[in-house]
C-alpha cells in the first residue's frame, strides 16, 4: 500500500520528521518525510496494508510532546515500488494555505538542564544548550519552512561533533535547528557600559556575582534584552527606577526554583505547574506575609510577579550566589518596544545599566515574557506573548474569509484569522509612537508570511484617532481589501463569544477606556452581542473628566467632577492640593471648570475605581496603566463589604455617584480596606444585577465578563457569584487576555461572524 499524508499545525521544529522517520521504520515501511514551505509535513510511506495503519495510529497516538495535530489528510494508491528504505528529505518550497505554524519558544527541557551540569557532556556549561524539545523557535526564524538556514542560527557553522548528533536519528539532536556546543554554537560575554570587554572565563556565573554585589546588569535573552539586579537589595531597584523613569510600575522578577519562590510568595498547586510548565510565563502570586524581598519590586500591591529560569544562561546565572531571586524586567527604553540588538542596546541602555551580558547570536523577532494571574482556579492572561504566541485560538466555526485584526491603542497584538484558527501576534505595547507601530507592523508581516496568508478584511477599533485605525486604512489601501472597524467593548465581548464559542451573550465589558459608538469614552458597559453585532443595553453612570486626559493621570480629578456639590469639598480639595503639580491654583482651576460644567464625561469603572483609590489616600498619580485600581485592589484584600450600599439605577445607568459620595462620607469611619472593598462590591454587585436583569428579559443564557477590571479576582467572584447564583452560565478569558491584549482577537472574531 502506498500512502501519502500530509500533516498540519505544530510539526515544525519539535522534533516530528525525527518521530515520523523512527516509527516508519518500527513499522518496517519505506519512503521519505520532509518539512514544506507552509509549515505542513509531508510523508509518503509504502508498506503492508496493516504496518501502514499502525503507522497512522502511532502518528497520532506517540508525537513528540510539543507537536499538535490540527489536520491530517491522507490519499492511498497503488505502491509504486519507488523507496528502498525510509529518509528524511530536503525541505521542499512548496504552499498552500495551510494554517500550519512554526512552535513557540520552548523552555529549556529537563535533559538539556541535565547535561548542562554534567561534566563529562560535551555542552556542560553551555548556555546555548538546545534539543528538538525545547529552545527559541519563533523568535529564532527568519521565514519557511523551519530549517537551519532560514533561522539566525545560520551564522554558526555546525561541528563535526554537533553534525553527527544532526544527522543521528536515534539522537535527541536528530535535525534540531538550533543545536550548538561551545565550539561551534553562539558564544557569550561581559561587557562595561562603555563596550570594554572583562575578560573573564565564566562570565554569566560572575553576571550572576554582580547582580548579586548590587551592580545592574543588562543580559540578552532569546527574545530580547532584560535588566537585572538583586532583589533583596534595595539601593540598585531605587537606582534603575530612577533611571528608567519607573516610579512605581512593578517589575518582574525571576525566582532560583520554585522551592525559594514558596519562601517569598504564596504557591498553590495550579501556580506551581504554571511556573513549571514548558512556557515559563510570569505568574503573579500573592507576597507571603513574612515576604523579604525588597519592596521596591512591587511597591503598593500584594503581588509580585515571578519566572522561573527558562534558558540555560538563565539558570547559571543563580550557581555562584545565594540571591533568591533577580530583578529581571524587559529592557526597553520609555514606550519602546523590547531592546534586541547588541549595538542598540549599548546606546540605549548604556546609561541605565553598569555591565551588558552580550551573545552574539541575532534576535529574528523580539518577544517579552507572558504574563498570567490565577483567579481560584481559572487563568487570566494578561500578556499572551512568548512561550504562547504564535499558537493559534481554536474557534469552533470556520470563517469564510481571512480577516486581520490590528487592536487598538495599549497593550496591543495582531491576530490573523484563518479558517478556525486565530493566530495571535506577541504582545507590541502601547502604539502611540514610531518605534512600537514599527515592532507592530513588523509582527503583522512576521504572522501573515508564517501563516502564509491573504488578508480579505481589516478589523480595526472604531477611534478614528487610533494609529492602528489609520494603520488599517493604510494596509486596507496597500492590500486592496475592506477595513471594518469594531467598536471596542463589542471586540472584548466579541472575544469572550469566539473563546466559548457562544452566539449570543450579555457582557459586561469594564476598563479604562474605549470610543463609544456615539463619540464618548466608555468603560463600564453592559452589551448584548449576537454574530450581527451589538446593543448597548446599560452603563455606569456618565462622569464628568475635569481636564480630559488628565483626569486619568490624577485620580482626585474624577473624585472633584463626582463630589462636586458637597458642602465641603473645595475646602478638602484645598487640603489636598499638595496631591496636585500645580498646587492650589490647580485646584482653583478645576473648580472653576466644574462650575461651568462642560466638561468631557465617561462610563468608565476604571475612572470610579481609580477615584475611590484617590479619596482613600491609596494612589494620588497614576504612573502606569492600572495603578490606582490595582493598589485599591491589593489595599481591599483583607477588607470585607461593611457599608453594603444597594444598587441604584438611574434609567439603565448604574448610580456611581451614590458609591463615591458614600465612601468620601464614611472616610475616617471605618478602615481603608473595608472601604476599598465596600467599593468593588458595589460596582460588582450593581454590574451583576443589571446583567441578570438583562439576560433575564431577553432570555439570554450566557453573561459574560471582559476589560481590564476583569483582572480584578474580587470583582469578577463577586460578579460570578450572583450570576450563578441566579441560573446564569458565567463566562470569562482562559486563553486570550481580557484586556487590550486581547481586542485583535475579539475584532477578528466580530468582523468575521
Ligand atoms: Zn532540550
Ligand atoms: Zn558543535
Ligand atoms: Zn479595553
Redesign the pocket.
Known amino acids: 500500500m502506498h500512502a501519502e499524508i500530509k500533516v498540519s499545525g505544530i510539526v515544525q521544529g519539535v522534533g516530528f520528521r525525527p518521530f515520523v522517520y523512527r516509527v516508519a521504520v518500527e513499522n518496517g515501511l519505506v519512503g521519505y518525510v520532509r518539512n514544506r514551505g507552509d509549515a505542513v509535513v509531508e510523508i509518503v510511506v509504502e508498506g503492508k496494508k496493516k504496518d501502514v495503519k499502525r503507522f497512522l495510529k502511532n502518528l497520532k497516538e506517540k508525537k513528540p510532546p510539543l507537536a499538535r495535530i490540527y489536520d491530517m489528510t491522507t490519499n492511498y494508491t497503488e505502491d509504486k515500488n519507488k523507496f528502498k528504505q525510509f529518509t528524511i528529505l530536503k525541505s521542499s518550497e512548496n504552499v498552500e494555505l495551510s494554517g500550519s505554524v512554526i512552535p513557540q519558544d520552548v523552555s529549556i527541557c529537563d535533559e538539556c538542564l541535565s547535561e548542562l551540569r554534567d561534566p563529562k557532556n560535551k555542552r556542560y556549561n553551555y548556555f546555548f544548550i538546545t534539543c528538538t524539545n525545547c529552545g527559541p523557535r519563533y523568535t529564532i526564524i527568519e521565514k519557511l519552512p523551519y530549517d537551519r538556514l532560514n533561522t539566525t542560527m545560520q551564522d554558526f557553522f555546525m561541528c563535526d561533533f554537533c553534525f553527527k548528533e544532526y544527522n543521528d536519528p536515534s539522537n535527541r539532536r536528530f535535525h534540531a535547528q538550533t543545536v550548538a556546543c561551545p565550539k561551534c554554537g553562539p558564544k557569550v560575554y561581559l561587557t562595561t557600559n562603555n563596550d570594554e570587554s572583562i575578560k573573564h572565563e565564566d562570565p554569566i556565573r560572575e553576571a550572576g556575582k554582580l547582580l548579586e554585589e548590587g551592580y545592574i546588569v543588562a543580559i540578552k535573552g532569546n527574545g530580547g534584552f532584560h535588566i537585572a539586579t538583586s532583589t533583596t537589595k534595595s539601593e540598585p531597584i531605587a537606582r534603575l527606577r530612577k533611571v528608567k523613569y519607573r516610579a512605581q510600575k512593578p517589575f518582574a522578577i525571576m525566582a532560583r526554583d520554585i522551592d525559594t519562590t514558596k519562601s517569598f510568595a504564596e504557591v498553590n498547586m495550579k501556580e506551581a505547574e504554571l511556573l513549571t510548565c514548558y512556557i515559563k510565563p510570569i505568574v503573579l502570586l500573592k507576597k507571603r506575609d513574612d515576604y523579604y524581598l525588597s519592596e521596591l519590586i512591587s511597591p503598593g500591591l500584594h503581588n509580585i510577579g515571578v519566572m522561573l529560569p527558562y534558558t540555560g544562561l538563565h539558570a547559571m546565572l543563580f550557581d555562584k550566589v545565594r540571591e533568591p531571586a533577580f530583578v529581571m524586567t524587559s529592557a526597553n527604553p520609555p514606550n519602546e518596544p523590547i531592546v534586541t540588538e547588541n549595538v542598540e542596546a549599548m546606546k540605549k541602555l548604556g546609561s541605565v545599566v553598569d555591565f551588558f551580558l552580550f551573545h552574539n547570536r541575532t534576535i529574528a523577532h523580539r518577544c517579552d515574557d507572558s504574563v498570567v494571574r490565577l483567579h481560584g482556579e481559572d487563568q487570566s492572561i494578561i500578556r499572551r506573548s512568548r512561550g504562547y504566541a504564535p499558537e493559534p485560538v481554536h474557534l469552533k466555526r470556520l470563517a469564510d474569509s481571512y480577516v486581520l485584526g490590528v487592536g ?1 491603542e ?1 497593550n496591543v497584538t495582531s491576530c490573523v484569522l484563518l479558517r478556525n484558527k486565530a493566530f495571535i501576534s506577541q504582545h507590541a505595547g502601547d502604539v502611540d509612537n514610531l518605534e512600537t507601530l514599527g515592532f507592530l507592523k513588523s509582527a503583522i508581516n512576521h504572522l501573515i508570511k508564517l501563516t502564509n496568508s491573504k488578508v480579505e478584511v481589516i478589523a480595526c477599533d472604531l477611534h478614528p484617532k487610533f494609529t492602528t485605525t489609520r494603520l488599517a486604512q493604510n494596509l486596507g489601501e496597500k492590500l486592496e481589501c475592506s477595513v471594518v472597524p469594531v467598536q ?2 463589542h ?2 465581548i466579541a472575544s469572550l463569544m469566539g473563546e466559548h464559542d457562544v452566539d449570543e451573550m450579555i457582557g459586561i ?1 469594564c ?4 470610543y463609544g459608538s456615539d463619540g464618548n469614552a466608555w ?1 463600564g458597559e453592559i452589551l448584548y452581542c449576537n454574530h450581527d453585532g451589538f446593543q448597548r443595553l446599560g452603563h455606569l453612570q456618565e462622569q464628568p473628566m475635569v481636564g480630559g486626559d488628565l483626569a486619568t493621570l490624577y485620580p482626585l480629578r474624577v473624585a472633584a467632577g463626582i463630589l462636586y456639590g458637597e458642602a465641603d469639598i473645595e475646602e478638602w480639595l484645598l487640603l489636598n492640593s499638595d496631591r496636585f503639580p500645580h498646587g492650589r491654583r490647580e485646584v482653583e482651576v478645576i473648580v472653576k471648570q466644574l462650575g461651568k460644567g462642560s466638561t468631557p464625561k465617561t462610563t468608565s469603572c476604571g475612572r470610579v475605581l481609580d477615584a475611590v483609590s484617590a479619596i482613600l489616600g491609596i494612589c494620588y498619580e497614576r504612573t502606569y496603566e492600572g495603578e490606582p485600581a490595582m493598589k485599591l485592589e491589593s489595599a481591599a484584600l483583607k477588607g470585607k463589604d461593611v457599608l453594603k450600599l444597594t444598587p441604584e439605577f438611574r434609567g439603565n445607568a448604574i448610580d456611581t455617584t451614590l458609591l463615591v459620595h458614600e465612601i468620601f462620607n464614611q472616610r475616617g469611619k471605618h478602615s481603608v480596606a473595608d472601604l476599598a472593598c465596600s467599593a468593588q462590591s458595589y460596582l460588582a454587585r450593581s454590574l451583576a444585577e443589571l446583567a441578570v436583569e438583562e439576560a433575564e428579559q431577553l432570555n439570554v443564557d450566557f453573561i459574560g465578563f ?3 477590571v476583569a483582572y480584578n479576582e474580587y470583582i469578577t467572584v463577586t460578579i460570578r457569584k450572583i450570576v450563578e447564583e441566579n441560573g446564569f452560565k458565567f463566562l470569562v478569558h482562559n486563553q486570550v487576555p481580557p ?2 491584549g486581547g ?1 485583535s482577537f475579539g475584532q477578528v472574531v466580530a468582523a468575521a461572524f
Open positions: 487598538a495599549f471596542h467593548h471586540a472584548h465589558a476598563d479604562g477606556f474605549g468603560g471582559s476589560g481590564g484586556g487590550d481586542i
